[in-house]
Structures are given as C-alpha cells and as structure tokens.
C-alpha cells in the first residue's frame, strides 16, 4: 500500500511522500462485487433519497487526439459516424427513463472528447433529447466542453439555444514546444477567438491549464498563468500533469526534447508558487484545481462560488447521484457505480441494433464517508451533511490526525482546509479513505507503472 507517510512534527512537509495520481472518482468498486442484472441494479436505486443529481452526456469524437487526455475518444472521420452516435445516444436516455424516470438534474455537462464536432442541428437534437427525457426545470447549471479548431459562432448560439451556461476549453499551456508534445495544433489567435466569443455569448466561461510537465520551470508556469489571466475567462483550472494518466506518446515526445520528469518536490513547488501568484494577481482557490477572481475580502482558503456544480456533485457526498449516457459514461448513484461500454461501435450496435443498456454495475455500498473523503478537493467540509455514526472508524481517525497535524481546521458547523492542506489536498483525499479503498488505488498506481507508464519520483524533500 502506497504510504504517504504524515508527518506531524515536521514545518517543512507534512508529508514524505506525495501520492503520482491527482483526479480519482470514489469510491472504487471491485470485481467481486460486479451485479449480475445491470437493469435490476438500476430499479433498486431510492431517488427520494438522492439530494442533488447531474448528468452527463459524452461526445467521444476528437480532431486532435491530446497525447495527455486519458478520456475515451476517437478521431472524428465522417459526419455519418457523428449522426448515428447521436442516435444511439438519444436511444440510450429513451431506454434508462423507464428505469430513473424523468430525471431531475440540476446540473447538465456534455464533455468528451469534443462536444463542438456537433453541427448545430445536431446540438439541437442533443438539446431537444435532453429537455424531453430529463426535466431541467431545477438547472442551475449546463456546461459543454468544446475545442477551439471546431467552434463557430453558429455553434455557440446553438448550445446557448438549448440552455447552455458554462462553455468550458483546454488550453493547456501557451509554450510551443508544449504545445507541440501535446500534440495542441490549435493556433493561439483561434484561442482568442474563442474566449472572446464565449465570453460574449456566455455568463461562464473556464479554461483549463496543465502544468508540472517535464523540462517545465517555475518561470514557465507563472508565464502561462499571466497569459490564461489575459482571456478573462470566468475561472481557470490549472491541473497537474498525471503522468500515470498520460499516453505513452507524450512520455516519448518529451523525452525526445530532452526533458526529465519533475520530481514531487519540484511539482509541489510549482504547485505552491503557482497558488501565490494567482493570489496575488487577485484570484482565489474554489476548488483542488479552481480559480476565480476574489469575491470580498475574507481571508478564507476555498472561496465558494462560483463553482462546477457538476464536479461539485461528482465529488460529493453519498447522497449524491450522476447519471452518464453515452460511451464509456460512468454513473455514480448511493450504492452503485455503472460503466457503458467503452468502444463507440460496440455501444452503438448495443442499443441500436439489440436494444440493449451496453453496461456493468458494481455494488459499492452505502459509502456513508465520501463526504468526508472528497472534502479536501471541495476545501470545506458542512458536518451537517455527514452521518457521522456511519463513517468508518478508520476515516474518523484519519480525519482527527489530519486536525492535528494543522492541516485541517475544526469549526462549529464545519470542516476546512488550511493553506498547508489545501497545497496536499491530493495526500488528504488518499489518507481520508478506508484501507480497502487506499490498497484498489495503490494496486492502480503499480499497475500502471508496471505497463511502462512513466511516473515521477514520489519522495519529499
């Protein structure tokens, strides 16, 4: 099992050892609790009982296949291809509804891939599908992701048509040689282009960031920061290369450039100049990731809004539920987790031609701590919303040590993070789970490692 090692008598890291992977979904389900009928699995869920719902719906075509992405995507070929997708994504929603019912969302998300390959009559399919099958009528919050090479202004006022609120894209870094081993070909004016007309046309708008890349210096990252602060997007996410996560191409490209991986220490030096810089240029932290212009003068670690109600719900609590349509669209409810079928030709035949749910379910359990597990990535923790007498012994000792390590801090109503804690939130996150849970992903890591994935030097200094 992989051993953060917490320190608490040490000012200079809390921790030895910083845990190589940086966005999970918890909790992790495990073969022996695979659910023979995935439709039964379905029937026994108590929606009453779910306090707030998502869904998401996965668009797995790509112009450019990123080499860093570890999402489920293909390279868009035909129109056709795109067409007959759509159809068996509509199809997907009209054989779920008999089973979740006219499902209340409050927060819609379209990713892939690259939801802006969609012609705008094809996002008005997408959209009448939507308000057709769920009701979105409690919608505070519907996100598209796009990719600047495939947007039009016509597309944008298409999404916008269907209620679309929060325009979401990757920009990645501005560094050309980056760029290159990313395989980013977009042109930085078609980047401009866009921001000005999403930020036009939409009341949010996000760009997203990576960074701890090899042969990346401090200086590099700060540069990258002021020029993603020019587009005066609503909020920034800056995301720490998973390097366990990344396609092998991408190693190989940097490697032949020259480069290194960076060490932990040296990502978590970036990660900690990174977060002083964005202070001081007026932004505050909404989330593990998350950055959004300072909203007062409170001095408070997570400043809480605006923000992304979807990965708001998708990190949440036990009571929360995101429903997944598409390829490889995972769905998290109280007490299961369900996967559709990753090969696009193989869900679409599924549905299309069979009539079939293309997917697996896997009993994970009432799971009464994933409040508290996944709190670090939020940075505050309500107690209100945690049965306590549930939580296992195991998270509530770790979440004792972690207080008195000073990296949380207790509050009457609440649970938060400090600046030391939220520069860990990663370790935080891994330490609050049972053992059972830490020993899936430590297994996940070695795996990965053992396939040839390269993964940075995890020792602090």
């Not at 008999?98 to 399919?125: D, F, H, M, R």
């Not at 300072?294 to 949440?316: C, M, N, W």
């Not at 939580?391 to 008195?404: F, G, I, N, S, Y």
């Amino acid at each position: 099992m992989f051993d953060v090692g917490l320190r608490v008598d040490n000012s200079t890291s809390p921790f030895t050892r910083h845990l190589p992977v940086f966005n999970w979904y918890y909790p992790f389900e495990f073969a022996s609790t695979r659910v023979p009928s995935f439709l039964t699995a379905l029937e026994n869920i108590e929606w009453p009982l779910v306090r707030r719902r998502a869904a998401y719906f996965h668009i797995p075509f790509c112009d450019t296949v990123c080499t860093f992405c570890p999402f489920t995507k293909g390279r868009y070929t035909t129109d056709t291809a795109v067409e007959e997708y759509l159809r068996a994504l509509v199809k997907e929603v009209q054989l779920k509804q008999p089973y979740v019912g006219k499902l209340n969302v409050e927060s819609i998300a379209v990713g892939g891939g690259t939801p802006s390959i969609l012609t705008p009559s094809q996002i008005a399919v997408l959209g009448d599908c939507i308000h057709t099958y769920l009701d979105t009528s409690s919608v505070s919050e519907f996100v598209v992701e796009v990719e600047v090479k495939s947007v039009t202004r016509e597309k944008l006022l298409a999404f916008r048509q269907i209620g679309v609120n929060r325009i979401s894209f990757g920009v990645q870094t501005f560094s050309q040689p980056l760029r290159h081993a990313f395989h980013l070909d977009a042109e930085i004016s078609q980047i401009v282009r866009v921001t000005e007309l999403a930020n036009e046309l939409f009341p949010y708008t996000n760009i997203d960031m990576i960074y701890g890349t090899a042969g990346q210096q401090i200086e590099d990252v700060i540069k990258d920061a002021d020029s993603a602060i020019q587009l005066s997007t609503t909020t920034i996410d800056f995301y720490m290369l998973n390097n366990l996560a990344a396609q092998m191409k991408m190693h190989r490209g940097l490697s032949n450039q020259g480069v290194q991986p960076l060490t932990a220490t040296q990502r978590l030096e970036q990660r900690r100049r990174l977060a002083q810089h964005m202070t001081s240029r007026g932004y505050a932290r909404i989330s593990g990731y998350s950055y959004a212009l300072k909203r007062g003068t409170a001095e408070q670690v997570i400043q809480t809004s605006p923000k992304f109600l979807y990965h708001d719900i998708l990190y949440g609590h036990h009571d929360d539920a995101v429903v997944g349509y598409g390829a490889a669209a995972l769905s998290r409810v109280p007490g299961y987790n369900f996967y559709n079928v990753f090969a696009r030709q193989d869900y679409g035949s599924s549905i299309l031609d069979r009539g079939i749910l293309p997917s697996t379910a896997y009993r994970v359990g009432d799971c009464m701590e994933k409040g508290v597990v996944s709190f670090p990535y939020r940075g505050v923790l309500v107690k209100s919303k945690i049965p306590w007498a549930s939580v296992p012994d195991e998270t509530l000792d770790a979440l004792d040590q972690l207080v008195r390590a000073g990296l949380v801090i207790e509050n009457p109503t609440t649970f938060a993070l400090t600046e030391a804690g939220w520069l860990f939130y990663v370790n935080l996150m891994y330490f609050l789970m049972p053992s059972n849970a830490k020993l899936w992903l430590s297994e996940e890591i070695a795996t990965r490692i053992a396939r040839g994935h390269q993964c940075e030097t995890t020792e602090l200094l």
